[in-house]
Nanobody, 121 residues
Framework: QVQLVESGGGLVQAGGSLRLSCAASARTSSYYSMGWFRQAPGKEREFVAAISWNGGSTNYADSVKGRFAISRGNSKNTVYLQMNSLKPEDTAVYYC??????????????WGQGTQVTVSS
C-alpha cells in the first residue's frame, strides 16, 4: 500500500508560479511511475504530467507543455510539479497518483487526497 500526500497548493495571481510536492509513504514507491492530474468543478479529472520511476521519461498534457515541469527528488519518493506562467484555467484540485506514465486515470493504483490551486485573473 502506498500513501500519497500532496502539498504546495494555494492562491496565486495569473502569471505566477507554484510548486506542488507529493510525498509517498513506502520505500517501494520509488519504483512507481508517478503522475499529476487535476479536476476543476464540474469537469472530469484531467491528466497533467507523469514521470517514470527513474525520472528518465516524462509525459505532459498539451495544455501545460512549456509551463509545467515534473521531477523526482533524489530519494525518488517525492515528486514535484513546478507550475509557471499560471492561468486562471489552471484552477483545480491537483492530485498525485502512482502507477503509470499514461494519461489514463484507471492505470494508476494509488491516489492522494488532492491540493487546491487557485489562479486569480
Amino acid at each position: 500500500q502506498v500513501q500519497l500526500v500532496e502539498s504546495g497548493g494555494g492562491l496565486v495571481q495569473a502569471g505566477g508560479s507554484l510548486r506542488l510536492s507529493c510525498a509517498a509513504s513506502a520505500r517501494t514507491s520509488s519504483y512507481y511511475s508517478m503522475g499529476w492530474f487535476r479536476q476543476a468543478p464540474g469537469k472530469e479529472r484531467e491528466f497533467v504530467a507523469a514521470i517514470s520511476w527513474n525520472g528518465g521519461s516524462t509525459n505532459y498534457a498539451d495544455s501545460v507543455k512549456g509551463r509545467f515541469a515534473i521531477s523526482r527528488g533524489n530519494s525518488k519518493n517525492t515528486v514535484y510539479l513546478q507550475m509557471n506562467s499560471l492561468k486562471p484555467e489552471d484552477t483545480a484540485v491537483y492530485y498525485c497518483a502512482a502507477g503509470s506514465t499514461t494519461g489514463r486515470p484507471s492505470l494508476y493504483a494509488y491516489w492522494g487526497q488532492g491540493t487546491q490551486v487557485t489562479v486569480s485573473s
